[in-house]
């Protein structure tokens, strides 16, 4: 079988080293000119890391992970307003990766016969009896006997195939940044534990990283969903007068062009393929940035998404088998997201207080579990997704 997939990200090269080492024949095209090294420090784990161990990458990965016992809220004095423990994400192991890490473990990875094109622009899908037409920017052509769109919440596989972008996007009420940076006075103020910005409608946060440098996120409330031309203007207009380290931070950040910048927003589509043309990841089912699992989602998906291409002759059955059986799984993680929003960027003082006071009773046992299973949703795992005959562990 051949496999055009779009998309050099998470889902798509995790999908490409599946069906290359399960023997198909696949080509990956990428409109960036390279490996994107925006993105911002994840918490990696769940049914994406049992995929990842599966596929035999998960020594790779925790050479590349960061290991942070603990989050700290942090007020615009530099004093510790409550403790987040990390272990309050997942009830299993758990890693901290830096996205374009991440991305740069799957590519190393990627089987030789994966033929990899970066700069390269889909521009047009014609699905066929038996196949599917690809044509890219250059006017070059590909016949394949499946396109799989793993391009991301802004698809352009998605697009073409399935129609414009507000049909299906759900925007939720936020902007989101991320950038690295070098001060060696923030990195040694954060060096012990992730830090986040004890504050109502915008927060930043600040990762210490192994070589000097500072990871840097952002989210901030916003009734526009249309992101700034210019991004590094957009970020320190936004987070001025937070105090502590963040001044130093804005000063430093970056070129527009090294900010990872977007709306906060989810993507529900009525359904994930149609013909020989089929989403995973974002692209299909953007969970967004408050569920904490799109990595994992998005690799455990491909690698599903893989598993019934493998076992299944059909292809339309195939991708319609994989919607089936990992559709519950991200609608439910969907909704978890929407129902946590006011707590991961509380609205007002009051809110605030009451974050505090979750987090100090989330070290009692019972409300660790409460809050593990808000946090991660329900304790889905791929053997149990798949099924005992077909997964492919």
Not at 82 to 91: D, H, I, V
Not at 306 to 331: K, M, N, Q, S, Y
């Amino acid at each position: 079988m051949r496999t055009v997939i779009c998309g050099a990200g998470i889902s798509g090269l995790a999908l490409a080293h599946r069906l290359a080492a399960l023997g198909g024949e696949v080509v990956v095209v990428e409109r960036a000119p390279g490996p994107r090294p925006q993105g911002y420090m994840i918490d990696f784990f769940g049914p994406g890391l049992e995929a990842a161990e599966a596929m035999g990458l998960l020594p790779a990965l925790e050479r590349a992970a960061y290991h942070y016992d603990e989050g700290r809220l942090v007020d615009r004095d530099g004093r510790r307003r409550a403790t987040l423990r990390t272990k309050s994400f997942s009830r299993g192991p758990l890693l901290s990766l830096l996205r374009p890490d991440l991305e740069a473990v799957l590519a190393d990875a990627l089987p030789a016969s994966v033929d990899l094109r970066y700069g390269t622009a889909l521009t047009g899908v014609a699905n066929r009896p038996g196949g599917v037409t690809v044509t890219l920017a250059d006017g070059g052509v590909l016949d394949a006997d499946l396109l799989v769109g793993a391009d991301g919440i802004h698809s352009t596989v998605r697009r073409l195939a399935f129609g414009p972008e507000d049909r299906y996007l759900r925007y939720l009420g936020l902007h989101t940044a991320a950038f690295v940076f070098d001060a060696p006075d923030v990195h040694a103020a954060v060096r012990h534990a992730f830090c986040l910005t004890d504050s109502a409608d915008r927060q930043m946060g600040f990762y210490a990283l192994r070589d000097g440098r500072v990871a840097a996120f952002t989210v901030h409330r916003s009734a526009d969903p249309a992101t700034p031309d210019d991004p590094r203007a957009a970020v320190q207009r936004a987070y001025a007068g937070l105090g502590w380290v963040t001044p130093r931070a804005l000063e430093r950040c970056p070129p527009a062009e090294e900010i990872y910048y977007d709306q906060v927003a989810q993507i529900e589509l009525p359904e994930w393929s149609t013909g020989r043309v089929v989403l995973v990841g974002d692209a299909a089912h953007a969970v967004s940035l408050i569920a904490g699992q799109g990595a994992s989602l998005g690799l455990a998906g491909a690698f599903l998404l893989a598993d019934r291409l493998a076992h299944e002759p059909a292809i339309e059955r195939a991708t319609a088998g994989f919607e089936r059986l990992w559709r519950p799984v991200v609608e439910d993680m969907q909704r978890n997201a929407r129902s946590m929003a006011r707590w991961f960027l509380p609205s007002s003082p009051a809110d605030l207080r009451v974050r505090r006071l979750m987090l100090r009773l989330s070290r009692a046992p019972l409300v660790m579990g409460y809050v593990s299973s808000v946090l991660a949703g329900k304790d889905t795992r791929l053997a149990d997704v798949a099924g005992p005959r077909h997964h492919p562990c």
